[in-house]
Each structure stands twice: as C-alpha cells, then as structure tokens.
C-alpha cells in the first residue's frame, strides 16, 4: 500500500493528514509495466535498453509528441505527424523537449552529467541561412550553455559550443532526402556532437565552477530561430553516453533472430535388463547331461586262503640266536613265512587287476 502523508498550515495552527493512494499505485503498476514491454520490444531491434529513459516515435497528436515511456512528452507546434515522427513544415515548426522544470515537478538531475540523445532526422529543403536542427539548453544561475547542430545552405553542418563567438564548420556535408543519424552527448565535463556515429567536434571545459550546469530541455528544428522543413523521428533519450557500436544498433535496427522451437526428439526408452541375481537361477541354467556314473569297482573276490604252510623243521642249533634277534618271534616269524612262501606276488597280481578294472 502506498499513503501520503501531508502537513498543512494555517497560521499559527498545523494539521496532519493521511491518505492512502490508491489510484496513483494503480498507475505505478501500469507504468512499470510499459516499461517492461517496450524493453522487450526495443531489445527485440537490437537497439539498447540499458540507461534507456524515454522514446519519442510513432505515438504524437497535434501539439504533443507522446514518450513512450509515459514520462517525457514534448511540446509540438506547427508539425505535422508522419510515420515514427514529425515532420516540420514552418519556419517556426519545432518540438520542445523539456527533462528538468520546477514548473510541472519534471525532474531529472542525472541528464545533466551524462546524457546521450540520438535521432533521426532528413532535411526536407535547403535554407536561405544556418537553421537549428537540433540542441540541448543547459543553465546555472542567470547564465546559459547551448551545444548543438546547425545545416548551413552551403549543405554543410555546423556545430555550437560554450565559449565560441561563431559555430566552428566541420568536415562533412549534407544532401536533401537523405537519412543521417544524429545525437548529442554529454560525458561529465565533456560535450560531443555526432552525425552518423562520427564526431563533429567536442568542448572539454563545459561544466565550470563548483555549481555544475543543468540540463534544461532538448529542442529540434525552431526554438528561438527560424527554420527550414525538416522530419525527425525515433528520438532515443539515454542517462549515459553511447559508444558508436551501440549508436550503430540504433541505426540499422536489425531484428534479433528468433530461435525456433527445436523439435522435440523422441528418444526410445532403452529396455531395462532383469536384474540378475548373483547365482542364476536353477531354471536358467540349462540342464547339464548327467555325468556318466563312474562304474562300480567290482567286488574282489576274496583272496583264496593261503594253505597252511607247512611246519618248518626245526631250525638247527647254529641258527638259533637269529630267530630271537626280533624281540616277538610271533610277527616277524609271520613275515618270515610270508616272503618265503610266494604270497607277494599273488597279492601284486590282485592289485593289479583290481586296478585295471577300475
């Protein structure tokens, strides 16, 4: 919500008073929103919309050329309305573009310290006599600064400094019909006039004195002089000044591109793999052919009886201590008949079957 709050007087008496400002938020919204349109819109030309402050083109009635911007609009007489413009048909036709005046609360201090205006402009007919096309009034105290663009009837431009008794002629000239770009630029202690993108000349002592110099108003065609027919049109206003890439921008106005729609591909969705299990399942695992069961050793037959070995005469008495050298005479007496009988090698014969039918 936004409120005003207002002290009045009256005599020795004093009366505070608030009022909520309904109507005026209303159109501080509507405000704020043009301004976001025409950036969008201006940006859309490549033109510069940073420290844009006010436009003056197609939007104008018989004594009004509109801002549109809804902020700035210029005084107007004799002109008639064209496409993007005015054009100026009388010896006083002009437009009076006022940017800091106590008389309509009009404030904006900031233009006077940097300020670029650029505009269109075609010269119509050659003048009898040097004829203003374009210039910026700036003032401290009494006193007055002009700095502006004079067409001469030699078709030469002529510029207007501070300090100089007679408008210094530059290099360059003018014809009928033709289209140039022209633009003022104040850049702190700095003056510049251009045409074109190029400068015309610049005054570096413009602001003086510890009071710096306030920018009054902006006047195209006749202000104060006469003037010969003339069209200006898209008149940008900035709070800084341009360099001459962007004044080119201004200029040729080349539509940004608009990218198209990139077109939506459709992308198949890569088929998710079934999760596999650390060990795979049984079921997926084919079937592996049994493996051939190992044939069963078959049974060996029970090793036939050893006969009955005979008894063995009684070993002679120079024998003796030899059979007593085992300790048990039981076992190795057993073993003794084992080896001596033949028993190995039928045991050897039965292993080595076995074996074989393994």
């Known amino acids: 919500h936004l409120h005003l709050l207002q002290r009045s007087m009256n005599g020795e008496d004093?009366?505070?008073?608030?009022?909520?400002?309904?109507?005026?938020?209303?159109?501080?919204?509507?405000?704020?929103?043009?301004?976001?349109?025409?950036?969008?819109?201006?940006?859309?030309?490549?033109?510069?919309?940073?420290?844009?402050?006010?436009?003056?083109?197609?939007?104008?009635?018989?004594?009004?050329?509109?801002?549109?911007?809804?902020?700035?609009?210029?005084?107007?007489?004799?002109a008639k309305k064209v496409d993007d413009g005015l054009k100026l048909t009388e010896s006083n036709s002009g437009a009076m573009w006022l940017v800091n005046t106590w008389a309509n609360n009009v404030r904006h201090v900031s233009l006077s310290h940097n300020f670029t205006?650029?505009?269109?402009?075609?010269?119509?007919?050659?003048?009898?006599?040097?004829?203003?096309?374009?210039?910026?009034?700036?003032?401290?105290?009494?006193?007055?600064?002009?700095?502006?663009?004079?067409?001469?009837?030699n078709k030469t431009w002529e510029t207007i400094f501070k300090g100089e008794t007679k408008p210094k002629t530059e290099s360059g000239t003018w014809e009928l019909k033709k289209e140039y770009q022209v633009a003022l630029m104040l850049q702190g202690n700095k003056s510049s006039v251009y045409v074109d993108g190029k400068s015309l000349g610049e005054e570096e002592a413009l602001l003086t004195g510890e009071t710096p110099l306030e920018l009054l108003y902006f006047c195209f065609g006749a202000c104060d002089t006469k003037n010969s027919p003339m069209t200006v049109k898209n008149v940008f206003l900035y709070n800084r000044p341009l360099n001459p890439t962007e004044m080119t921008a201004i200029k040729k106005r080349i539509p940004v591109p608009t990218r198209a729609p990139e077109p939506q591909v459709k992308i198949a969705p890569n088929p998710i793999a079934p999760a596999v299990s650390a060990v795979p399942a049984v079921s997926a695992v084919p079937a592996v052919s049994a493996v051939p069961a190992v044939p069963a050793v078959p049974a060996v037959s029970a090793v036939p009886a050893v006969p009955a070995v005979p008894a063995v005469p009684a070993v002679p008495a120079g024998n003796e201590g030899t059979a007593r050298e085992t300790g048990d005479g039981g076992a190795n007496g057993d073993a003794g008949s084992v080896y001596g009988s033949g028993l190995l090698p039928l045991l050897l014969l039965l292993g080595l079957w076995g074996f074989a039918a393994a």
């Open 117 to 153: 205006l650029v505009a269109t402009v075609t010269i119509e007919e050659a003048p009898t006599a040097d004829a203003p096309l374009l210039g910026a009034m700036l003032v401290k105290n009494n006193s007055s600064h002009t700095m502006g663009i004079l067409y001469t009837a």
């Open 14 to 78: 004093s009366a505070l008073s608030l009022s909520r400002l309904t109507e005026e938020v209303s159109t501080i919204e509507s405000v704020l929103s043009t301004w976001a349109q025409k950036d969008i819109f201006f940006s859309s030309f490549s033109i510069p919309t940073a420290g844009l402050v006010a436009v003056l083109s197609d939007a104008a009635s018989d004594d009004t050329w509109y801002d549109e911007y809804l902020c700035l609009n210029a005084t107007v007489t004799n």
